[in-house]
T-cell receptor
Framework: GQQVMQIPQYQHVQEGEDFTTYCNSS?????IQWYKQRPGGHPVFLIQLVKSGEVKKQKRLTFQFGEAKKNSSLHITATQTTDVGTYFCAGPPDSNSGYALNFGKGTSLLVTP | EAQVTQNPRYLITVTGKKLTVTCSQNMNHEYMSWYRQDPGLGLRQIYYSMNVEVTDKGDVPEGYKVSRKEKRNFPLILESPSPNQTSLYFCASSLRGLYGYTFGSGTRLTVV
């Protein structure tokens, strides 16, 4: 079945440093979604990318969807302590056989002041 | 307020005692899904539903049942809970299957 891999598993940065997490799927995705989960909280939807090569920005966050629609990245510029949490990518396979949103295992980001 | 409501938030139960975790959404979403989250394993899909009376298995459906008799409700049923079902459970809903999901606050279940 489809597998979604994320790297790194953990990242510890100093406040102000940049951060990037990568997401790779074993199959082509119809779209890629990114979520953030704060410690003790629930996943919160951040953004969805649909088109091959698409790039979207939300303030300091930049999201990219690969040309082959099998990989994606999330880059945070100048991290802040409020960025602490686990970032998940998720994507449904690009097929008509049904629907199942598979999540990567996430990248846990720790930001120290 | 648009939200997904799960109950209970915390539950401790004994092996074999049937339980139901309720999930309700007020956004008229078609798709609903249940996930369990375990350390090191991320979020794994248990069951999902594409509409009323339409459900399908996710990656880890063993030991769970679901039903979708109404659009807003999607309860998760554990007929005979076992300790390996101790986990954090999330219900989520989406307007359409390929849109972003809204998650509930979670249910932390402990089976002893």
């Amino acid at each position: 079945g489809q597998q979604v891999m994320q790297i790194p598993q953990y990242q510890h940065v100093q406040e102000g440093e940049d951060f990037t997490t990568y997401c790779n799927s074993s199959t082509t995705l119809s779209n890629i979604q990114w979520y953030k989960q704060r410690p003790g909280g629930h996943p919160v939807f951040l953004i969805q990318l649909v088109k091959s090569g698409e790039v979207k920005k939300q303030k300091r966050l930049t999201f990219q969807f690969g040309e082959a629609k099998k990989n994606s990245s999330l880059h945070i510029t100048a991290t802040q302590t409020t960025d602490v949490g686990t970032y998940f990518c998720a994507g449904p396979p690009d097929s008509n056989s049904g629907y199942a949103l598979n999540f990567g295992k996430g990248t846990s980001l720790l930001v120290t002041p | 307020e648009a939200q997904v409501t799960q109950n209970p938030r915390y539950l401790i139960t004994v092996t074999g005692k049937k339980l139901t975790v309720t999930c309700s959404q007020n956004m008229n979403h078609e798709y609903m899904s249940w996930y369990r989250q375990d350390p090191g394993l991320g979020l794994r899909q248990i069951y999902y539903s594409m509409n009323v009376e339409v459900t399908d298995k996710g990656d880890v459906p063993e030991g769970y049942k679901v039903s979708r008799k109404e659009k807003r409700n999607f309860p998760l049923i554990l007929e005979s809970p076992s300790p390996n079902q101790t986990s954090l459970y999330f219900c989520a809903s989406s307007l359409r299957g390929l849109y972003g999901y809204t998650f509930g606050s979670g249910t932390r279940l402990t089976v002893v």
